[in-house]
């Protein structure tokens, strides 16, 4: 039984709970913390794979550079000398449509300009200007039909396929989107709002000058890298226990208390650093706790085919391409991982990370490994002019990834009123605010900054991101 009242526990070492660690540490070297992971290793849904040369992703490829959080990630991470970067401004996507790659640009007004869809089409996008907001939570798919026409569905579908593996008829639009949502309902229209914010920005000074695209990052090792950097200092046993799950917590006159299998912690505060589902199975076990508006978030399962080729697969330039539902392809895309990171397929030879699964096909992954396989091959090959591969692999994550669906912005609500009713719980991760790399550091730091205040942390507002493909 352990005596020691530790000023912080992190319940979590993936990402989100490195980082809350990381940072406290940054800010007050002298803050006693522990952080308790129920798994063997730490990184959660991040993990590379390296094989005869070959080096692919379980979980996310990278994360734009336009973070402030995750680039102090990185320098407490010791990584900036293995930082790679992918410019989108340098790369293009593409997109499926009837049947074949269409490249398309990284910015909205640019696909617009783009010769994929017709006249009339873009000319309804600017209808938006006259529409009324959208009443009550409406889907992805039927917001972007009614705001834009439903030309621009498939390029909505493309962008959420890629992020979510998601079913926009599914995801909701306050969930995924919050920032636009936002401007929407206070200028009447989301191309008012944007203009507003440009006139605001001009009006401050901070609107001049040509602003470059974000670039994709990552580590000439891959994204465990990340990982590795941040989990180094922390002493196994001591500030860090692996094979530890959390059964329960419970409040005490210190803060709270955390049961163990074996042991019981005692904390002055408690970080919650899980994935949205663990963290509303652990906080059930509070009796105090009132009921959140969702018993867990959907999960969307994929599977990535890793496929290396000699060169002389005629790979196009680029990050890679998206397919709609609408195609009906068995891929929901595919990454160009050695056009963005050369170093990620041995000289002479290229790798291709396919994605298979998603929202709307997990039956897919009852499929073994060879069929997988064969199936994904023979869908690239009527898109792209490839040989036969000399390596192939299926990558099967053990973490599915959160659908911010309808009631999800509640939950977001509920999350944020139970830690301003008790300022020494803190609740960050995988799906609380989004599921980028920048989403779950931004989130850390705001956990981080909670428990150095000693208070709740504060609601800030919704950013309004950019749309990349």
């Not at 200092?233 to 001591?238: A, H």
């Not at 990620?344 to 490994?369: C, K, M, Q, S, Y």
Request: hydrophobic share 40%; charged share 25%.
């Amino acid at each position: 039984m352990s005596t020691q009242i530790y000023d912080a526990i992190i319940i979590g070492a993936g990402l989100s709970g490195l980082a809350v660690a990381r940072f406290l540490h940054h800010k007050r070297p002298e803050c006693s913390l522990l952080v308790l992971e129920k798994s063997d290793r730490p990184g959660g849904a991040v993990q590379t794979r390296s094989e005869e040369g070959f080096l692919a992703e379980y979980g996310p490829h990278g994360f734009l550079d336009n973070c402030l959080e995750s680039r102090v990630l990185i320098h407490l991470a010791g990584a900036e000398d293995e930082v790679e970067k992918a410019p989108l401004g340098k790369f293009v996507r593409y997109i499926c449509l009837g049947g074949r790659l269409r490249m398309i640009p990284q910015q909205p007004m640019k696909i617009i300009r783009a010769d994929l869809v017709p006249l009339s089409a873009k000319l309804r996008v600017l209808a938006d200007a006259w529409k009324k907001p959208l009443d009550g939570e409406p889907s992805v798919a039927d917001w972007v039909e009614y705001r834009f026409g439903r030309a621009l569905v498939p390029f909505a579908d493309a962008v959420f396929t890629g992020t979510y593996a998601g079913d926009i008829t599914r995801l909701s639009i306050d969930g995924v989107m919050p920032g636009v949502r936002k401007l929407e309902k206070e200028h009447g229209s989301v191309l008012k709002g944007v203009f507003q914010m440009l006139r605001d920005k001009k009006k401050k000074g901070s609107g001049g000058g040509k602003k470059e695209l974000p670039a994709m990052t990552s580590f000439s090792s891959g994204m465990e890298r990340l990982i590795l950097g941040l989990v180094q200092p922390l002493k196994v046993n001591r500030d860090i226990m692996y094979r530890t799950g959390v059964q329960s917590i419970a409040r005490n006159e210190e803060g709270w208390t955390v049961q163990t299998g074996h042991n019981a912690f005692s904390c002055r505060q408690l970080v919650l650093a899980l994935p949205a589902n663990p963290a509303l199975r652990l906080l059930a076990t509070v009796p105090d706790i009132t009921a959140p508006p969702l018993a867990e978030l959907p999960q969307a399962r994929v599977a990535t085919v890793i496929l290396g080729f000699t060169d002389q697969a005629k790979i196009p330039p680029g990050f890679g391409y998206l397919a709609p539902e609408q195609e009906k392809r068995f891929a929901l895309g595919s990454l160009f991982s050695s056009n963005m990171f050369p170093g990620r397929a041995p000289t002479g030879h290229v790798l291709l990370e396919t994605i298979i699964g998603g929202r709307r096909h997990p039956e897919r992954l009852e499929l073994d490994d060879s069929e997988l396989i064969d199936k994904t091959l023979a869908d690239l090959k009527e898109l792209i002019d490839l040989p036969d591969p000399v390596f192939a692999r299926v990558l099967r994550p053990a973490s599915g990834i959160p659908q911010l669906e309808r009631g999800y912005p509640a939950l977001l609500t509920w999350r944020n009123q139970l830690t301003r009713t008790w300022p020494d719980l803190h609740v960050c991760g995988f799906g609380w605010g989004g599921i980028g790399i920048n989403d779950m550091a931004k989130e850390a730091w705001r956990a981080a900054k909670g428990v150095l205040m000693g208070t709740g942390e504060k609601e800030e507002g919704a950013e309004v991101k950019g749309v990349y493909f």
